[in-house]
């Protein structure tokens, strides 16, 4: 049931990014290009469009991307549009899944295009396609030659800025569901909500950090080259954001379980 | 077990406000029933119940012999007093939500009825007027083969040629081995299909009784019967 919530959840996704994705590589091509128009006041005034415009759709799909987290959860299950989603013969665990996967993929995929506008905008700015592809082949034999370690921790990195972005996606979620509870202002009351529980999260790290610190595994560590076992520091960073998210999500689950209220 | 919907002792409260008042209410397979109140007697607070859009403060609610959950949602065909649709949606990904999640569902009863509405599937629900849109709800929830049919005020606000069509499409549709459970404080338009009538006032059920059992000892119609259980009196000087 959770791939058939994911296969409508997904729809949606792709029917409001359908303009904003594709617009902002065409632009980044676009402004590329423009680069090397003559005469020089031309490019000028094409060059301080472009960038306007580019500009414009990179900060639009960010926002977009936030947008979509809330909307998706708040509109889709605490609105109107929740007469028909929890009608539906499936539990509330799956359809915080569902949202959960849905607004991970549009932040993922929002940050792949931002990347690869900056990538096509280089490579078109340079017009020369075999110093790009010279430049992608270096890459690739630069990460041929890494070593097993560097390559775990790379996936380690990997993992935790995932666990790390469902974390902030679920307690943006469990803010939500608990500005539901309150008698009145909702909205407010989940702006609030996350204004306190992000403090705690930070203090929670913190503390985590401290911890491990005094373990010797501080992360801080990580990047200052200090002595210490990165792989360790990253994997118990992991099963800290593990532990918040597993959190955030129960209590999400426990009130749209048990204390939903669609009035 | 031949009931479909068991409730006991069940009460919701919003702050200080009691919607329902210990319910005790059980409803048996194959029938049509009217759950009859005026405005804010709490009949849409006990549909809300028995799908699961609110929870009890107290008490139990049983559909098909489970409490609200997966299963008795899947027995369900709930029709609310609103629009549920996304408005990105078409007609057509509707039509593949509900067959996708509901077994019950008859995709090609409901492609049907909406050709018969002039509803296509490529049709946006975003450019459809308000009267469409209840339309297309309409054949979603009565093309499933439910257990029970939850309709909330179906004929609240619409014409009489559409309370017709509404009605017409209910009993043309539904699962007769099921049961319809239909709120409307419009008593006269559904009296003639009723087996059945639930009186709710003030988050009570006050009477429960089959419609012929009230025409037999009342000797009066369902909808006189109503009228006298929430007259309300007049004050002197024509104040209410």
């Known amino acids: 049931?959770?791939?058939?919530?994911?296969?409508y959840d997904f729809r949606s996704l792709f029917k409001r990014f359908a303009l904003l994705w594709p617009a902002a590589l065409v632009l980044a091509l676009l402004l590329g290009l423009s680069f090397n128009l003559e005469p020089l006041r031309v490019r000028g005034m094409l060059y301080f469009t472009m960038v306007l415009l580019f500009g414009g759709v990179m900060a639009a799909m960010g926002v977009a991307a936030a947008i979509f987290i809330v909307r998706r959860f708040n509109d889709g299950l605490l609105k109107d549009e929740g007469y028909l989603m929890f009608t539906l013969p499936v539990t509330g665990a799956q359809l915080i899944c569902s949202k959960l996967l849905s607004a991970m993929t549009a932040v993922l995929i929002s940050g792949l295009v931002g990347l690869g506008s900056f990538i096509l905008l280089g490579a078109a700015f340079t017009f020369y396609l075999e110093d790009f592809f010279r430049m992608?082949?270096?890459?690739?034999?630069?990460?041929?030659?890494?070593d097993a370690e560097t390559w775990l921790l790379a996936a380690e990195g990997?993992?935790?800025?995932?666990?790390?972005?469902?974390?902030?996606?679920?307690?943006?979620?469990?803010?939500?569901?608990?500005g539901h509870l309150a008698p009145s202002h909702p909205g407010l009351a989940a702006v609030g909500a996350w204004l306190v529980f992000s403090a705690a999260e930070r203090h929670v790290l913190s503390g985590v950090d401290s911890l491990l610190d005094r373990m010797g595994l501080a992360l801080a560590g990580l990047?200052?080259?200090?002595?210490?076992?990165p792989a360790v520091t990253l994997a118990l960073t992991i099963c800290a954001q593990l532990a918040l998210s597993t959190v955030y999500f129960a209590v999400t689950n426990y009130i749209l379980t048990h204390r939903l209220n669609l009035e | 077990m031949n009931e479909i919907i068991l409730c006991h002792g069940l009460t919701?409260?919003?702050?200080?406000?009691?919607?329902?008042?210990?319910?005790?209410?059980?409803?048996?397979?194959?029938?049509?029933?009217?759950?009859?109140?005026?405005?804010g007697s709490g009949k849409t607070t006990l549909i809300k119940l028995l799908c699961g859009l609110l929870q009890p403060t107290s008490g139990t609610v049983e559909i098909d012999g489970c409490a609200v959950g997966v299963h008795t949602k899947s027995v369900t065909s709930y029709l609310p007093d609103r629009m549920y649709f996304a408005d990105w949606m078409r007609a057509g990904d509707l039509v593949d939500l509900f067959a996708d999640f509901y077994r019950d569902f008859d995709r090609t009863k409901c492609t049907g009825m909406c050709a018969a509405l002039g509803i296509h599937a490529r049709d946006r629900i975003k450019t459809m007027s308000k009267g469409t849109k209840e339309k297309l709800q309409l054949a979603l929830v009565m093309s499933r083969r439910a257990q029970l049919y939850l309709l909330d005020e179906p004929i609240a606000g619409v014409d009489p040629a559409a309370r017709d069509f509404i009605l017409n499409t209910i009993l043309t549709n539904y699962n007769e081995d099921g049961t319809v459970l239909?709120?409307?404080?419009?008593?006269?338009?559904?009296?003639?299909?009723?087996?059945?009538?639930v009186f709710l006032k003030a988050g009570r059920v006050v009477r429960h009784e089959s419609v012929d059992s009230i025409r037999e000892t009342e000797g009066k119609s369902v909808d006189a019967l109503f009228r006298e259980i929430f007259r309300t009196q007049p004050m002197e000087g024509g104040a209410w």
Request: charged share 20%.
């Open chain 1, 1 to 7: 049931m959770t791939l058939k919530l994911l296969k």
């Open chain 1, 136 to 146: 992608a082949q270096w890459l690739l034999e630069k990460l041929a030659r890494l």
């Open chain 1, 158 to 178: 990997l993992l935790l800025g995932l666990v790390a972005l469902a974390a902030q996606i679920l307690l943006i979620y469990m803010c939500i569901a608990i």
């Open chain 1, 223 to 229: 990047f200052n080259g200090l002595p210490g076992e």
């Open chain 2, 12 to 39: 919701k409260t919003f702050g200080a406000v009691r919607a329902l008042d210990n319910v005790e209410l059980t409803l048996p397979r194959g029938r049509i029933v009217g759950l009859l109140g005026p405005n």
């Open chain 2, 182 to 197: 239909l709120s409307t404080h419009l008593i006269s338009d559904i009296e003639r299909v009723l087996d059945e009538a």
